[in-house]
């Protein structure tokens, strides 16, 4: 896999697997789509550190291309997750409720967004499968795109910023394309971890009544 995802970092497919594994992750939390934008930064940070003259196909991926890709299919991702929860009624309902750990952490994140606002929209773009429950539910409970987007599009920024800020600048302070790698990817998952922690923490507010009808 690993010679695999060399090959690729250095062709310009590498910006459609990204596109692709971002896209479709906010359905499939478990595709690595983390793991190739870090593995692409810390290509273009061994290839911008490389002496002697470079062929063409070690200039991709271009770090400001790579983070356009990951900002667009974030955002893409989670407004193709509202639209299908804002219109997909009881079917996707039972889609969801077959899933325990899906259930469970749309119910803690309900919980956060309404003591945190939009701003945990962005924290939950770290956390596991957060994302998939951020646009599902933003779309289920009918809220409108003016409040959904904007913190979509912060949180994409967000997340494809630490991302490729990890993967090229641990390259480049460590020297060495794999360790650079190794050690952003565990950084990656201690921000999942932190995110994580933050949307699940109970509240320790009494919500307030609902008005009379």
Known sequence: MLETLGSL???PWIYALVALSILLDVFLPVLPSGVLVITAAAAAAAAAGATG???VHAQVPDILALLVTAVTA????????YRLARRGGARLDRAIARSRRLTRAQERLGIALARGGGALVVVARFAPAGRSVVSLGAGKTQRKVR????????????????????????TQWLGTTWLGTAVSLIALFAAGALAAFVVRRPTTRTPAPAPAA
């Open 9 to 11: 970092t250095s062709s």
């Open 74 to 81: 974030s955002v893409l991702g989670d407004m193709a997750a």
């Open 53 to 55: 003259p470079a062929p």
């Open 147 to 170: 409040e959904f987007l904007p913190w979509s599009v912060l949180a994409a920024i967000a997340w494809a910023g630490y991302s490729i800020a990890l993967g090229y600048f641990g």
